[in-house]
């Protein structure tokens, strides 16, 4: 896994842990200095590793499928 799709994959995990539930698509971007744009590349890179799934037409609809320590 590159490096920023690691980033990514803590910040969603860290932040389920915290908050309870996903982060925005927005959120991501910004915790992880990348454009929102690509938010959704490095998710389907980490869904088609069976580490989250997400929901389709759902605000915040990322799940955490495996935890995955740093």
Same mark, same amino acid.
């Given at each position: 896994?590159?490096? +920023? +799709?690691e980033k990514v994959y803590c910040f969603i995990r860290d932040y389920v842990g915290k908050h309870g539930k996903a982060p925005s698509y927005a959120q991501i971007a910004e915790a992880c200095g990348i454009r929102p744009g690509t938010v959704g590349a490095h998710l389907s890179y980490l869904e088609a590793r069976g580490l989250i799934r997400r929901a389709d037409n759902t605000r915040r609809g990322i799940t955490l499928l495996k935890i995955k320590s740093d």
């Open positions: 896994m590159g490096e +920023t +799709t």
